[in-house]
């Protein structure tokens, strides 16, 4: 593995004007980075972003990907459609496709796949509701989570990229501290060890709430790669912040 990685998630923001602007911003900001940084934006700006960014060092990604190849399902856009944008990412099981669209832990394993398939890396999300953190339920959820995705994708499981996302943390202003996210980090290391002899390939990346002022805390820890940033990835500076954090 070559240094952190940061990812930006738009989620279901931005506009042909902002997007321009805003990856102007970054684009020339990360010229004296040493992580890699990248974006994933809305399935409709990525013709965008992919002009805007094929002469950088920007990489860029796409929020899901359809768990079919192809056929009769309106409204889906596949891993070979998305490969067509030079997309290098998709998200794949975010706590809120999981929750707003009622994903199962199969079916992330499965769009994983079709990732993999199409030469695109996986951000496998996985994380724990409030309520599972203060049940004892950490441990269980997460191991559970990931180990759907080993076991349908074994033979290439040191491709993925994996974001611990406590579901409690994602917009909500608060973040696990530095201690809380590493012992889950640390766990899902231990996880991926069993299952790959490659596993230090695997970046893994924390998804709750990172921003500017506790980045450097975070990713001082043993077992964060990274960040998946969701609102702070919508600001050219806090975005360059954190990735200045990863980059030292």
């Not at 860029?60 to 990907?65: E, I, L, N, Y």
């Not at 030469?119 to 959820?141: D, F, H, N, W, Y």
């Not at 973040?175 to 893994?204: C, G, M, N």
Request: aromatic share 4%; net charge negative; with cysteine.
């Amino acid at each position: 593995m070559h240094g952190k990685l940061i990812v930006g998630n738009w989620k279901m923001n931005g506009s042909l004007s902002a997007n321009q602007e805003l990856v102007r911003q970054i684009a020339e900001g990360l010229s004296e980075a040493s992580c890699r940084a990248a974006v994933c934006v809305p399935s409709v700006y990525l013709s965008q972003v992919q002009q805007l960014a094929a002469s950088g060092h920007l990489l860029w990604g796409a929020q899901d990907v359809s768990a079919h190849e192809q056929g009769a399902f309106t409204g889906e856009v596949s891993a070979a459609m998305l490969r067509e944008f030079g997309v290098r990412f998709a998200i794949v099981g975010h706590s809120e496709r999981r929750q707003y669209h009622g994903e199962t832990d199969a079916l992330v394993a499965t769009k994983a796949q079709r990732a993999l398939a199409a030469g695109i890396t996986p951000i496998v999300c996985v994380g724990e509701t409030l309520q599972e953190r203060e049940a004892g339920q950490t441990e269980s959820v997460v191991k559970r989570q990931l180990a759907a995705v080993i076991q349908t994708n074994g033979h290439c499981i040191s491709e993925i990229v994996v974001a611990y996302e406590p579901v409690w943390a994602i917009g909500t202003g608060k973040t696990a501290s530095p201690e809380q996210a590493q012992q889950v980090h640390a766990l899902l290391r231990a996880q991926l060890k069993a299952a790959t002899e490659q596993s230090q390939r695997i970046p893994l990346l924390y998804g709750g709430s990172m921003n500017a002022a506790n980045a450097a805390s975070l990713l001082a820890q043993n077992d964060i790669d990274g960040g998946l940033i969701g609102g702070a990835s919508l600001k050219a500076v806090d975005f360059l912040s954190i990735v200045a954090a990863a980059s030292t």
